[in-house]
């Protein structure tokens, strides 16, 4: 079946500090990639998604490119905030059946000033 | 401005009680999901419902149950056979088509009295 493995946290980095948050994926068939943010007591939001191999999707500062040669999909930003702390989840959509999306376990980010 | 609303916010369950939290949108969204959160271990899906008055099981069931009477509604009943039932609850909602991701609500926190 489709998993999505994702490093575990915490990871704590300093302000303006660069940001690689890895993930890869297993999946058949060619899935749609994404990153949620989730803020402390709050639900996910969508950050940015990818649906074909060498998109890069892009929001607030962080990227990501959609490798199908690698099945990765790393989460990056160049310089990043405190307000930035916050959990992200990778997650990939498949493209048959009811599209179950399948999520990784979560990486906690914490930016001191 | 549409999006989902769940409610309540904070949930309190008594021994042998069964409690049903709420799921609204208003996306006009045909698929929607329940997930289950609990400290590292992200997202398990408990049910979800491609289509009104139709729904599957998801990877977490068991002690569950749900209704899809109408296209915007989608609560999640937490039965007394639910023995460990303290967690986040999510509710997200997707057009099912292609590449669309999932909108989530801002969960509902069940504890036990």
């Known amino acids: 079946g489709d998993s999505v493995t994702q490093m575990e946290g915490p990871v704590t980095l300093s302000e303006e500090a660069f940001l690689t948050i890895n993930c890869t994926y297993t999946a058949t068939g060619y899935p749609s990639l994404f990153w949620y943010v989730q803020y402390p007591g709050e639900g996910l939001q969508l950050l940015l998604k990818a649906t074909k191999a060498d998109d890069k999707g892009s929001n607030k500062g962080f990227e990501a490119t959609y490798r199908k040669e690698t099945t990765s999909f790393h989460l990056e930003k160049g310089s990043v905030q405190v307000s930035d702390s916050a959990v992200y989840f990778c997650?990939?959509?498949?493209?048959?059946?009811?599209?179950?999306?399948?999520f990784g376990i979560g990486t906690k980010l914490q930016v001191i000033p | 401005d549409g999006g989902i609303t769940q409610s309540p916010k904070y949930l309190f369950r008594k021994e042998g009680q069964n409690v049903t939290l709420s799921c609204e949108q208003n996306?006009?969204?045909?698929?929607m999901y329940w997930y289950r959160q609990d400290p590292g271990q992200g997202l398990r899906l408990i049910y979800y419902s491609q289509i009104v008055n139709d729904f599957q099981k998801g990877d977490i069931a068991e002690g569950y149950s749900v209704s899809r009477e109408k296209k915007e509604s989608f609560p999640l009943t937490v039965t007394s056979a639910q023995k460990n039932p303290t967690a986040f609850y999510l509710c997200a909602s997707t057009t099912g088509k292609g590449n669309q991701p999932q909108h989530f609500g801002d969960g509902t926190r069940l504890s036990i009295l």
């Open positions: 996306l006009n969204h045909d698929a």
């Open positions: 997650a990939l959509k498949d493209s048959g059946g009811y599209q179950k999306v399948t």
